[in-house]
């Protein structure tokens, strides 16, 4: 069964706001991740944060991560027309080498 | 760069038809790891390798085989074609509870 869950499945929003998606989880992991995949294509890793860190930044991006919880948060922040993409969440399942994904956001940038 | 090269971009198949779908990477990852992808519900983990000869089931096996003979080659085959799966199918590798590295994806029509 699907470990993540999106929230929400569509996001659309103006250029220059900020976007913010959901992932929940239901077992332990290692790592969480969050991926972008433009139409039709292969995925992308954006970032990932380990099970022991709760905020991680990399440029406009910032990931949280409430393991009581089993949630993460990314937040783009100042968003482009080139940020419009599927957004997932992956979690490295803990005591197994698999990596399990979620459902995905679809985040449309109007410009 | 990492690469992870998938053999086909498109393929069309009859149904009955036995598949071979073909994955490279050339980082000497452990991991390698076949999902297929359908609208609404996201990246599905087929099978996934820790190690040459070694393979695990993921969430959807059934209808489907793999080889890892080779570190850098991992195949996915699909025993005797059927309709139900036609799909985007992605390839790939990573180190141990690290980023994930994708192809570019086949799209698998099977007629």
């Known amino acids: 069964s699907q470990q993540g869950e999106e929230d929400p499945q569509a996001l659309s929003i103006q250029e220059g706001e900020n976007a913010t998606m959901n992932c929940s989880y239901k077992?332990?992991?290692?790592?969480l991740q969050w991926y972008r995949q433009n139409s039709g294509r292969g995925l992308v890793h954006l970032i990932l944060?380990?099970?022991?860190?709760r905020e991680k930044h990399s440029g406009r991006l910032r990931v949280t991560l409430d393991t009581s919880k089993k949630s993460s948060s990314l937040l783009i922040t100042a968003s482009r027309a080139a940020d419009t993409a599927s957004y997932f969440c992956a979690t490295g399942v803990q005591g197994a080498q698999k990596l399990v994904f979620g459902q995905g956001t679809r985040l449309t940038i109007n410009p | 760069d990492v690469k992870v090269t998938q053999s086909s971009r498109y393929l069309v198949k009859r149904t009955g038809e036995k598949v071979f779908l073909e994955c490279v990477q050339d980082m000497d990852h452990e991991n390698m790891f076949w999902y297929r992808q359908d609208p609404g519900l996201g990246l599905r983990l087929i099978y996934f390798?820790?190690?040459?000869?070694?393979?695990e089931k993921g969430d959807i096996p059934e209808g489907y085989s793999v080889s890892r003979e080779k570190k850098e080659r991992f195949s996915l085959i699909l025993e005797s074609a059927s309709t139900n799966q036609t799909s985007m199918y992605l390839c790939?590798?990573?180190?141990?509870?690290?980023?994930?590295?994708f192809g570019q994806g086949t799209r698998l029509t099977v007629v």
């Open positions: 390798s820790y190690d040459v000869k070694m393979k």
């Open positions: 944060i380990r099970s022991n860190e």
């Open positions: 790939a590798s990573s180190w141990l509870r690290t980023e994930a590295f």
């Open positions: 077992t332990s992991i290692n790592n």
